[in-house]
């Protein structure tokens, strides 16, 4: 199945652990998104990484750190997990960087911080 | 003032009424428009997308830009239950989008 597929699918944790979420596309997309979506479903941008580079950091505190060991992961790792973390983490990709390219998003990861 | 406003109100219908959804926007440079359909517990998929003012029709979707107001719409005739979504608009600029805070539109049949 070609798609943007992230693990896991649900995580809860205690306050104050360190957790990561994976992210894979297999779409040959160049650039991949990390989107926060609050209990609200505002959909906020926090990174965007083009070819392993990093073009967009929005403003997110620096526990949230982003890897791309390549154009077709992007990772998310966050460190001393607080409550107002909890919310759904969602991936994404687009064929370019630009702004009018579609991007393509993955199922979502539940967060729940306790 | 946000990038994007969306009213967030749930909005119930009747299966076969005309659903209305708006946003506006602040950053004129803005120069792309998109409207996204996210069902319960999934990922947003992109519904509609245009860059131009007017109207733009794919079946019974319809999506409206006004640059000039900055303000876009959505029209969605003959709804039918699974219609029943929350419905993002996004503005696309500077390399990325912002994104309203989404309607969900429930349809009754």
């Known amino acids: 199945d070609t798609a943007v597929s992230q693990t896991p699918k649900y995580l809860v944790t205690q306050m104050g652990n360190d957790k990561s979420i994976k992210c894979e596309q297999n779409?040959?997309?160049?650039?991949m998104y990390w989107y926060k979506q609050d209990s609200k479903k505002f959909l906020k941008i926090m990174f965007s990484?083009?070819?392993?580079?990093?073009?967009i950091n929005e403003t997110v505190p620096n526990r949230f750190s982003p890897k791309s060991p390549d154009k077709a992961h992007l990772n998310l790792h966050i460190n001393s997990l607080e409550l107002g973390d909890s919310a759904v983490y969602f991936c994404?990709?687009?064929?370019?960087?630009?702004?009018?390219?579609?991007?393509?998003f993955g199922p979502g990861t539940r967060l729940t911080v306790l | 003032q946000k990038e994007v406003e969306q009213d967030p109100g749930p909005l119930s219908v009747p299966e076969g009424a005309i659903v209305s959804l708006n946003c506006t926007y602040s950053?004129?440079?803005?120069?792309?428009f998109m409207w996204y359909r996210q069902y319960s517990r999934k990922g947003p998929e992109l519904l509609m997308y245009?860059?131009?003012?007017g109207n733009k029709e794919d079946g019974r979707f319809t999506a409206q830009v006004d640059k000039s107001s900055k303000y876009i719409s959505l029209f969605i005739r003959d709804s039918q239950p699974s219609d029943s979504a929350t419905y993002l608009c996004?503005?696309?600029?500077?390399?990325?989008?912002?994104f309203g805070k989404g309607n969900q539109v429930v349809v009754i049949p």
């Open positions: 994404a990709s687009s064929p370019t960087r630009g702004s009018n390219s579609e991007q393509f």
């Open positions: 779409l040959g997309h160049d650039t």
């Open positions: 996004a503005i696309g600029g500077n390399n990325r989008l912002a």
């Open positions: 950053n004129s440079a803005f120069q792309y």
């Open positions: 990484y083009n070819n392993k580079e990093l073009i």
């Open positions: 245009t860059y131009s003012s």
